[in-house]
């Protein structure tokens, strides 16, 4: 058909005609005033399409010109009424600029090329189980009802930049579970005025959220819950969300990055990352939050993080989570780190002190993975019972539960000294004369706080008084020392 219905207005005419020779119909004014599509609703009938005669353009094409291919590209056109393009096959490229739809679009089930709508004002945006066969950009666009593509496939790129979108009725911004992008999905610099969700989405490019706002407080914010994404997560440089985030069993095969972020900034407010599984999370955040951060069961390649990233003990939960690399923006001391476990285990638990200690060896720093672990004895000790608390303490400043063994050596040089002092004033008597060996208060002392070895000495004097007591006790400090020492060395060797 190449002759227009008889039913079009002059203005529907020229999209009729505009559409056969794939040009680009300008219906604007060129005063910036006068072409602002939020102040469309005045606009008239040179400048009003309605949405039932651009679905019979699209749905039952005219023929192309000679030498051109059809397209629908308009610019500062007031759309009234419902575009109903659900079930549709669109194999146009369909291009709106500056344009006021009064209805929402409806794109269920339908099958289109790209879609660009830019500087434009819409009602809502429904494209459930929709098919692009290219890119589906909206750009410095409001969407006051939001913007609903469910289980939606996009083959190339997916571009909701400079917008500000929702809520629905639902509270909702921007409804996606299940959407497949072929590519990168930017959403940058975008108002999100209710909740984002991309719950099993699957991305294999880039998910960047770059200065971007998602509002809703007191309420799940964003829903990013078993997402899959090839190459990065970031939600970073402003991003800021008001309202809790949720990433449970997102899968991310670069790094997941909240860098110079704004999150769980208020009470209330939690970000959750059940078993997520990442190459990298960067976690730097604008602001030290005050919600709770849940990082548990989750496998990181390379975290790395910023002093203030992490909240308060009682809001942070590193339980079960593993990484490879440990790294931070700044130096950060080891008693530093080991408050961090302490205040992401409000119940203590060893496998996080494990993985600390893993990560320091694995960087060549094993001194300060001993201390990780002497902190994890130190903090097991507390939940024993007053036996197991004892012999804790008695191990701990024997040897550091043998993660100090200097300990043993600096006790034992101090009573031998003790002993040969003690016992150099005051020899004792030989059990039998003439039979003793020759009499030296260093090797008796050192011979009573050996156990099981025998230099030859203890047995062939009788000391008496103060020296009786001071030989008994050197026995039972050979003792608890050669005990503690057994315990932390096995420890040690077992990397307990």
Not at 168 to 192: I, M
Request: hydrophobic share 40%.
């Amino acid at each position: 058909m190449s002759t227009p219905p008889g039913h079009l207005s002059a203005t529907e005419i020229r999209v009729w005609e505009a559409y056969r020779r794939g040009e680009r119909l300008d219906l604007g004014t060129g005063v910036p005033a006068d072409d602002d599509p939020r102040l469309g609703a005045a606009w008239g009938p040179d400048r009003t399409v309605r949405a039932q005669v651009l679905a019979q353009v699209l749905l039952q094409p005219p023929e192309a010109e000679p030498g051109h291919s059809t397209a629908l590209r308009i610019t500062g056109a007031r759309i009234v009424g419902a575009l109903e393009l659900g079930g549709a096959r669109l194999d146009v490229y369909l291009s709106m600029i500056g344009c006021r739809f009064e209805d929402p679009i409806v794109l269920n089930v339908a099958s289109t090329r790209t879609i660009n709508l830019r500087d434009c004002v819409l009602a809502a945006l429904h494209g459930r189980n929709m098919r692009v066969d290219g890119d589906l950009v909206l750009r410095h666009c409001e969407v006051a009802g939001g913007v609903r593509i469910l289980d939606s496939r996009v083959d190339n790129d997916l571009r909701m930049d400079d917008c500000v979108i929702g809520p629905d009725p639902r509270g909702g911004a921007l409804h996606a579970n299940g959407l497949q992008v072929g590519a990168d999905a930017s959403l940058d610099n975008t108002v999100f005025a209710g909740q984002v969700s991309l719950y099993g989405g699957r991305f294999g490019g880039r998910v960047t959220l770059y200065g971007s706002t998602v509002e809703r407080p007191g309420q799940l914010a964003m829903d990013l819950g078993r997402i899959t994404i090839e190459h990065s997560l970031h939600l970073s440089v402003g991003f800021t969300a008001t309202g809790s985030i949720r990433m449970n069993d997102a899968r991310v095969g670069g790094g997941i990055v909240l860098s110079r972020a704004l999150v769980c900034a208020n009470p209330g407010e939690q970000l959750t990352m059940w078993r997520v599984v990442a190459d990298g999370l960067h976690m730097a955040l604008s602001r030290p939050p005050c919600g709770r951060i849940v990082l548990a069961n989750a496998t990181i390649g390379t975290l790395t993080d910023a002093p203030d990233t992490w909240p308060a003990p009682g809001d942070l939960v590193l339980a079960g989570t593993r990484y490879t690399v440990l790294r931070s923006e700044v130096a950060v001391s080891v008693r530093r780190r080991i408050d961090w476990v302490e205040r992401g285990t409000p119940e203590y638990t060893p496998q996080p002190y494990d993985q600390l200690a893993g990560a320091y060896r694995a960087a060549g720093e094993d001194e300060h993975a001993r201390s990780v672990l002497l902190a994890k004895q130190r903090r097991r000790r507390a939940g024993l019972g007053p036996a197991g608390r004892l012999w804790g303490h008695v191990q701990d400043a024997a040897i550091g539960y043998g993660y100090r063994p200097a300990r043993a050596l600096g006790w034992l040089v101090a009573l031998v000294a003790v002993g040969t002092a003690v016992f150099a004033a005051d020899p004792p008597a030989p059990l039998k004369a003439g039979e003793a060996p020759h009499w030296n208060p260093f090797w008796y002392t050192l011979d009573l706080l050996l156990p099981v070895v025998t230099l030859g000495q203890d047995s062939a004097w009788k000391p008496t008084g103060v020296g009786q007591w001071l030989a008994y006790t050197l026995i039972l400090l050979g003792w608890v020392l050669a005990g503690a020492a057994a315990a932390g060395a096995g420890r040690v060797l077992n990397r307990a």
